[in-house]
């Protein structure tokens, strides 16, 4: 089977590709699905693993779900909403972060869940102990909890609660409001996450009947309602999609627009990428990611929460920064693992060291705990070519972008992981001008 990607690199990434709705919305979104009464239509669907992977839970579940992949629309009927066996739902195990946020649904519409153990990549530890106290809070009982699955009742209902997170946790927020919307009374959340993905569902919430304010310093505060309908919407666009194509247009020399990308959600990203060197062209109908010639700069860079620069932007923007004159600093203050990526870059040419310490200025909640969560790079450096196997999602597009960076070939194993995120990445290269092609191991 031609599972390894060549890559034969040195040439910049020119032309355009289309970027649709955001992998981190869309799933939680089809996770709401299972709360109205009536069917739910989304649209600007991406065709990604993770969609796949959400819609076979759902339809374990008793939803009917329909998808025009060309079109990008997904409609789940949830009528017949059911438990599903045991043996169904550990095969799941491993599969993606998502089951842990169909608990609350489950549980107002059954009196019961099971859900998988959780997958995702491998970043850091990636607890669920806010999730787990949270959906304690509003009265639901763990009967169960094994390396293959966790069962969860709510023998009395759930009934709102007053919850403030230690972090801004983007799931711990996204499970209270899935669990507060149907449960009896008020629920208040403090310090709750506000990233775009975040207003979104509440947006979609919101047209399923919900009542949510979303108040100044992180306060989220919900009255519970008796019913939700099905809602109609279309997904917001991909950021991290976006930003990882502008970091290849970087990276590589080159210019890419990416249709469909949206500058508000992007903000933090345009900034730095200004900062770096990068040039850019935001029109209605997307920005121009561009590499205007001359050097890149180094910069100073920590990871945030919204409206910080996120997490999953880091990965990708590394290889621009092995490109930049000078040293760079970036210090990732969200996942205490991130950096493991950086391996595979140094093994190419790259000069990247990374430390225990908080590098950067702020110190985080990593920096007494030994995790190597800052790193420095220095460049220019010229990469070559290298045979790397891809870690994780975004670790792996950075594999990619430094493989299209490097001159020679590089063989890139383990691709299958990016089709969890990015939808037809290796059209997309083609259509840039990427020298791509899958090959026997
Ligand atoms: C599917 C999805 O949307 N994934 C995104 C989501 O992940 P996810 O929702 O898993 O990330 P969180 O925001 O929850 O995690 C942030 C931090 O909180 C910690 N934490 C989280 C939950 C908990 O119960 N206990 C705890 O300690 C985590 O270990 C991490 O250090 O937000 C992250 C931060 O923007 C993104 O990088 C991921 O791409
Ligand atoms: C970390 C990510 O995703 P997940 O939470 O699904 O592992 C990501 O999208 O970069």
Same mark, same amino acid.
């Given at each position: ?8 690199? +040195?040439?910049?990434?020119? +032309? ?17 699905? =299972? ?20 819609? +076979? ?22 009528? *017949? ?14 599969? #993606?972060?998502?089951?842990?946020? =169909? ?15 959780? !997958? ?19 009265? /639901? ?11 969860? #009742?709510?023998?009395? !209902? ?12 983007? @799931? &711990?927020?996204?499970?209270?409001? =899935?669990? /507060? ?7 208040? =959340? ?13 947006? $979609? ?7 949510? #304010? $979303? ?8 009255? @519970? $309602? ?16 976006? &930003?990882?194509?502008? /970091?290849? /247009? ?20 345009? *900034? ?23 050097? %890149? ?39 205490? *693992? ?5 391996? &595979?870059?140094?093994?190419? !040419? ?16 990593? !920096?007494?705990? *030994? ?7 220095? @460049? ?12 994780? %999602?975004?670790?792996?597009? #950075? ?43």
């Amino acid at each position: 089977m031609k599972s390894v990607l060549r890559v034969n690199g +040195g040439q910049p990434l020119v +032309g355009e590709i289309t970027v649709r709705g955001a992998k981190n919305f869309v799933s939680k979104a089809m996770v709401a699905s =299972l709360l109205g009464t009536s069917p739910s239509v989304m649209r600007n669907v991406p065709e990604i693993n993770d969609v796949q992977i959400v819609a +076979g839970l759902l339809q374990l579940h008793g939803v009917a779900v329909s998808w025009d992949q060309a079109a990008g629309v997904l409609s789940m009927d949830p009528t *017949n909403v059911d438990l599903a066996g045991a043996g169904e739902i550990e095969a799941h195990a491993g599969s #993606s972060r998502i089951p842990i946020l =169909l608990c609350g649904p489950l549980l107002h519409r059954l009196g019961e869940a099971y859900i998988p153990d959780l !997958g995702g990549c491998r970043i850091g530890d990636r607890p669920i102990n806010y999730h787990l106290d949270i959906l304690r809070k509003f009265g /639901a009982e763990v009967e169960k909890y094994t390396d293959r699955g966790i069962q969860l #009742s709510a023998p009395n !209902g759930l009934v709102g609660t007053k919850y403030e997170l230690n972090y801004p946790s983007v @799931g &711990a927020t996204e499970q209270l409001l =899935l669990t /507060a919307v149907l449960a009896e009374g008020k629920t208040e =959340l403090r310090n709750a996450a506000i990233e775009p993905e975040i207003m979104d569902l509440i947006a $979609v919430l919101q047209k399923m009947g919900a009542l949510i #304010s $979303v108040d100044t310093d992180r306060v989220i505060r919900i009255e @519970g $309602v008796e019913q939700l309908q099905g809602f109609n919407h279309t997904a917001l666009s991909d950021r991290i999609e976006s &930003a990882s194509w502008g /970091a290849a /247009a970087l990276a590589t020399g080159g210019e890419v627009m990416v249709r469909g990308a949206t500058q508000p959600e992007m903000m933090t990203f345009l *900034n730095t990428f200004r900062k770096v060197g990068g040039d850019f062209d935001i029109t209605d109908d997307g920005i121009r990611f561009v590499h205007p010639g001359g050097k %890149l700069r180094s910069i100073v860079l920590e990871t945030d929460v919204h409206p910080g620069f996120m997490t999953d932007w880091q990965q990708p923007l590394v290889v621009a920064l092995t490109q930049a004159e000078g040293l760079s600093i970036v210090h990732e203050t969200v996942y205490e *693992n991130r950096f493991g990526f950086t391996s &595979a870059l140094r093994k190419m !040419g790259a000069h990247i060291q990374v430390y225990r310490e908080c590098l950067g200025g702020t110190p985080c909640r990593f !920096g007494q705990r *030994n995790f190597y969560h800052s790193a420095a790079i220095s @460049g220019p450096t010229p990469l070559t070519a290298a045979d790397i196997a891809v870690p994780d %999602l975004r670790g792996g597009f #950075s594999h990619l972008i430094a493989a299209l960076t490097a001159q020679g070939t590089s063989n890139v194993q383990g691709i299958k992981i990016i089709n969890r995120g990015y939808e037809n990445f290796l059209g997309k290269l083609e259509a840039l001008g990427a020298d791509v092609e899958m090959v026997e191991p």
